[in-house]
């Protein structure tokens, strides 16, 4: 599967964000947001495929946070909050000019959302692939 593949591969490189700590000049920062947001996108566009493929019409949306509510409906996900705090985050990305934003947004990454989609990935395989 296309999206399965694409996440994890997303998943893969996000986890060089590890490799880098503070002080990050811009252009490292840049690019961890970058990893972040890349392995979101990624996340929720397999969530919805195996959510259409599985016979949830609900996938159907375009709508991430649509997406999101359905596959915790469906025990996909184990933590709503956590993924729909992962969307707000994503979409702070394009403030992420703003240095400020910009260090949340990894921080977050590193110490909530990076677990969060290892715990995606493994329910993927053990139940929907």
Known sequence: MKK?????????????MYNYHPPYD????????????ICFEQSWKMMKEILENHGFEEGATGSPKFIVKTAYQANMI??????LRALQERNNVTHSYNRNIALSIVEKAKDEFYGMFCELKKEVETNWL
């Open 4 to 16: 399965y593949e694409n996440f994890c591969a997303a998943l893969n490189n996000m986890q060089e």
């Open 78 to 83: 184990q933590n709503e909050e956590l993924w």
């Open 26 to 37: 811009t252009v490292i920062l840049t690019g961890l947001v970058g990893l972040y947001e």
